[in-house]
């Protein structure tokens, strides 16, 4: 049995809409006993999968926040088949401080994985989602945004698959959730997969995983916002989780691959000439850096290396050198019309 010292207030095993919190012993001044509330729900009803959704794995991440927020509140024992846990806000401490790591240990939970249980909180949390959570799973679907600092479209993001059953799962899943785009990598995933993150972790335990970048910049969109609550119904309802959900017709997904990422190599303010979706030439300038500190100096000019769209975008001004400007993508061949 894992040696985790965090305490669920529900029981995995028992039916119907269960709330509470993982209690993570937490001992401070303020609180000699005390403890980090995780938030944690579950809806379990008759036979079918376990499925983990989870939002908050990056606290500055909010359209899956609200969208599982909504989801648990409106679902019913009787609209589920299996069991639904949901954890809002994964690393509690930087969802409620809104931001990216952690604010107790400057954690960032979606590089800690496998954890460690006697670690520090993020890395307790992690531990506790791979060795207690993701045995449990079936599925694992994990909301992301860009966060503070970039924007993406809505963007699911999978691998491709490592036999042809996985290949055909990942590829509903896709058209389920039915974003305008897919980041397919072009590796990864699987059992013995060594990424420190939650798909990872998900991997490593067998359970089927996609993952989501929904919008960016620290801020919520309402037109994301719908498709990522459309796109979780959908899901759930292509696993057979939600029978009675009535799809609406597909609008399809564009299928990329990454080409790679346009970094600062300076700093200053960042002027972008490209906007997340606009198509983008080898060559083509797609941004500059400008320098109003000495307003006599020629800004820096930014290219693209790469033919293709611009995918995530940078959303804060000031750069330095080290930071992720662009990140460029490609249509997968065999898809191009
Ligand atoms: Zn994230």
Same mark, same amino acid.
């Given at each position: 049995?894992?040696?985790?010292?965090?305490?669920?207030?529900?029981?995995?095993?028992?039916?119907g809409?269960?709330?509470?919190?993982?209690?993570?012993?937490?001992?401070?001044?303020?609180?000699?006993?005390?403890?980090?509330?995780v938030?944690?729900?579950?809806?379990?009803?008759?036979?079918?999968?376990?499925?983990l959704?989870?939002?908050?794995?990056?606290?500055?991440?909010?359209?899956?926040q609200?969208?599982?927020?909504?989801?648990?509140?409106?679902?019913?024992?009787?609209?589920?088949?299996?069991?639904?846990?949901?954890?809002?806000?994964?690393?509690?401490?930087?969802?409620?401080?809104?931001?990216?790591?952690s604010?107790?240990?400057?954690?960032?939970?979606?590089?800690?994985?496998?954890?460690?249980p006697?670690?520090t909180?993020?890395?307790?949390?992690?531990?506790?989602?791979?060795?207690?959570?993701?045995?449990?799973?079936?599925?694992?679907f994990?909301?992301?945004?860009?966060?503070?600092?970039?924007?993406?479209?809505?963007?699911?993001?999978?691998?491709?698959?490592?036999?042809?059953?996985?290949?055909?799962?990942?590829?509903?899943?896709?058209?389920?959730?039915d974003?305008?785009?897919?980041?397919?990598f072009s590796?990864?995933g699987?059992?013995?997969?060594?990424?420190?993150?939650?798909?990872?972790?998900?991997?490593?335990?067998?359970?089927?995983?996609?993952?989501?970048?929904?919008?960016?910049?620290?801020?919520?969109?309402?037109?994301?916002?719908?498709?990522?609550?459309?796109?979780?119904? %959908?899901? @759930? !309802?292509?696993? #057979?989780?939600?029978? =009675? *959900?009535?799809p609406?017709?597909?609008?399809?997904? %564009?299928? @990329? !691959?990454?080409? #790679?990422?346009?970094? =600062? *190599?300076?700093?200053?303010?960042?002027?972008?000439?490209?906007?997340?979706?606009?198509?983008?030439?080898?060559?083509?300038?797609?941004?500059?850096?400008?320098?109003?500190e000495?307003?006599?100096?020629?800004?820096?000019?930014?290219?693209?290396?790469?033919?293709?769209?611009?995918?995530?975008?940078?959303?804060?001004?000031?750069?330095?050198?080290?930071?992720?400007?662009?990140?460029?993508?490609?249509?997968?061949?065999?898809?191009?019309?």
């Amino acid at each position: 049995m894992t040696e985790t010292l965090i305490r669920s207030e529900i029981d995995f095993a028992a039916d119907g809409k269960h709330h509470g919190f993982l209690r993570l012993p937490h001992s401070v001044h303020r609180s000699a006993y005390g403890w980090i509330p995780v938030p944690i729900v579950m809806i379990k009803n008759a036979d079918g999968p376990t499925v983990l959704l989870m939002a908050g794995n990056h606290g500055d991440e909010y359209e899956g926040q609200i969208a599982l927020t909504k989801l648990f509140r409106e679902l019913n024992t009787a609209d589920i088949r299996g069991r639904l846990i949901i954890m809002t806000m994964a690393n509690y401490p930087a969802a409620e401080a809104g931001t990216r790591v952690s604010p107790i240990d400057a954690g960032n939970l979606n590089r800690l994985f496998p954890g460690d249980p006697r670690g520090t909180p993020t890395q307790a949390i992690a531990h506790y989602i791979e060795d207690v959570l993701m045995p449990m799973c079936d599925y694992f679907f994990d909301f992301h945004s860009g966060g503070s600092s970039l924007l993406y479209p809505a963007t699911l993001l999978r691998c491709p698959g490592h036999t042809p059953e996985e290949r055909a799962k990942l590829l509903a899943l896709q058209k389920a959730f039915d974003a305008p785009y897919a980041w397919v990598f072009s590796g990864g995933g699987g059992p013995s997969t060594k990424a420190r993150t939650a798909m990872g972790a998900a991997g490593r335990k067998g359970a089927t995983t996609i993952m989501a970048e929904l919008g960016g910049g620290g801020t919520v969109s309402k037109p994301i916002l719908d498709l990522t609550e459309r796109g979780i119904k %959908r899901l @759930l !309802h292509s696993i #057979g989780m939600l029978p =009675a *959900y009535q799809p609406d017709a597909a609008r399809g997904t %564009r299928e @990329l !691959h990454v080409s #790679g990422s346009v970094d =600062a *190599y300076d700093s200053g303010v960042f002027e972008p000439l490209k906007e997340p979706g606009d198509t983008v030439g080898q060559g083509e300038q797609i941004g500059a850096i400008h320098h109003p500190e000495e307003p006599w100096r020629d800004p820096v000019t930014i290219c693209s290396p790469y033919d293709g769209i611009a995918l995530a975008k940078r959303f804060m001004g000031r750069v330095q050198r080290g930071d992720c400007l662009y990140q460029i993508a490609t249509d997968i061949e065999e898809n191009k019309q």
